[in-house]
């Protein structure tokens, strides 16, 4: 029989992830401080545990509770319990495997008042069991001291045999009937097996409370007399062992169950920490991708501006040449850009279409984090703002180089940035270096023939040329963090989600670990059924 310490179970249940042993605890208080054996009748559908204790309540001239009601219907789906002599019964709803209606809760609210009861009766019908029989192996592999699990065969007047005129054939079917029993369970023969006929022949039907007369002429063959006897012979001296063994079958099932379920948590957030860990590997690789096309694209502008003005020399030539260069430099790895945020618009959409994301975005929901998970295309935001930045940048380089003649001087160009200023935005920087460009080539060329030994000539020609290139990593920067932005906006609840989901299953871990080396094998177990 498996053992448990019930101090180290309450504690451990005290220790859970968010959990407490307050409703199990205040639940096994309150059954131990019962100073009467409560004996639960359980069994499954219409196996004719109300009729059952109707005869008992009559014949021990008890009056017939309200609740307690007979019928061809389902009626019993509360537990419901009445004093009877020495102790207090119980009459619980039938067991309904696979139900799917108002029955569904039947075999939990039946087992969940097994694990608090002293005696166990199981109430079966002549045929004995078919689809229960897997709930029933459940409640006997529980510890269960000698004579504390009852088997009630009900309603034998339905079998083969006719009691009133053969009485012998009638007792060798359910002498039959009994060993069957015991082999189907592997019962020892000191399990009390009772073969009754409550209500023979439908005497009494649904009268909610008929006369104990109505069933004299049964009592020879019905069996309840040796059932009633039993039931009379429950002493309180034998609590003791009763509770003790009620302990361990309550708490190992607390555990049990506590378990299952720990199970079921463990393997829903595993699920859900492996999607925001997938989040957090998607936004590694993007940024990664996002990096590398960033310094491809610095790179490729390092000595593209010197390059340039090598090769113009004419007035008026240089700052034409730079616009088609910059404006094919920037469209070539903005296009890289634009390819990477498609990329990450299809992966997402990708991973959203996955059969987990449902779960993790439920998961999110019902954390009411605030965060909204981004939607998988956002039609004329994000793409039409790229659009509309990088055509203004080009256009305004070019509008630059058709209005500048040879003969233009800084103060006019200073004023042409200064009107221009409010349309274009963002791009503004480009005008002083344009202006800056276009007073380099004049002097430039007035002192063309001493350039190449001039120092100071030579000196400004390199900050045009450092100017020129931080002008052009200060206008592509901005769509580099449009890209991250995005990055992170499409993976920010599995981001934030990740390490608290990877500390949640290492928890869930540890937790079930200890929970499972909480129970043992007793060396000297109660005795018991054998299943």
Known sequence: MTVVDVDAVQDWLGRLPGGSPGRYADDWDAFQKRDRPVVTLVGSYDTGKSSLLRRLLVDAGREVPGWLTISARHETFEVNE??????????????????????AGNSSRA?????LTDIGVVVLPPQLVTAERDVFRQLFTRGWPTGAMWFVVSRFDEAHGNPEGNRAGYREIGDRKVRELRELFSLDDRVPVFVVAQDPFQTAGPDPDPGSWIWDEFRDWDGMRDLAAALDRLSPVELPEWRRAAGQRYWSTVLDETL?????????????????NHGVQRRDQWEKQLGNLDQAAQASLEGLVDEVLRRSWEPGSAAGELQRTVGEWFAKHQ?????????????KERDRAQPTWSGFAS??????SGTKTATAEQPGRISEHTGTIGTMLLGVLKTMTQEVGETADKTRMAKMAENVKPYVGPVEAAL???????????????????????????????????????????????????????????TRDEVDLDASLRQLV???????????GLSRKDAEPLHETRV
């Open 506 to 516: 290492r928890q869930l871990q540890e937790t079930i670990v200890e929970g499972e």
């Open 111 to 115: 087992m969940a008042a097994v694990g």
């Open 432 to 490: 002083p270096l344009a202006v800056y460009l276009t007073g380099f080539i004049d002097k430039h060329v007035a002192h063309r023939a001493r350039a190449s030994q001039d120092r100071a000539a030579a000196e400004t020609r390199q900050q045009v040329v450092d100017e020129c290139t931080r002008i052009a990593r200060e206008t592509w920067q901005p769509y580099v963090y449009e890209v991250r932005d995005e990055i992170i906006v499409q």
């Open 82 to 103: 009445v004093e009877m002599g020495t102790c207090m019964v119980r009459d619980t709803p039938g067991f309904e495997v696979g139900a799917s209606d108002v029955r």
């Open 335 to 347: 296009a890289h850009l634009d390819r990477l945020r498609q990329s990450i618009r299809k992966g």
């Open 260 to 276: 299952s379920e720990l199970r079921g948590q463990l393997a829903d957030y595993t699920e859900q920490a492996a999607v925001a």
């Open 363 to 368: 998961l999110v929901e019902r954390l009411g």
